[in-house]
């Protein structure tokens, strides 16, 4: 299946939660793409202890547009 998830937030719980079901997909055998647009472009700041953003996207193994 191809899957396309579209973030434009930099709230890190949001951005968190998509990039953990996009790497699901991936380890599923999915072809998953991520664009981060907007206000998602700022996705290094967004993270917090709570929240592994970077760790989410730096296990993502599939297309990344920033």
């Known amino acids: 299946m191809k899957v396309l998830f579209i973030i434009c937030t930099d709230d890190g719980e949001t951005i968190f939660n998509a990039m953990r ?12 793409s991520v664009f981060m647009l907007g ?14 953003v970077m760790g989410q996207i730096n296990q993502f193994q599939g297309d990344f547009y920033v």
């Open 39 to 52: 206000k998602g472009v700022c996705f290094e700041r967004a993270g917090s202890e709570d929240f592994d």
């Open 21 to 32: 079901l996009a790497n699901v997909g991936v380890k599923k055998g999915d072809e998953v």
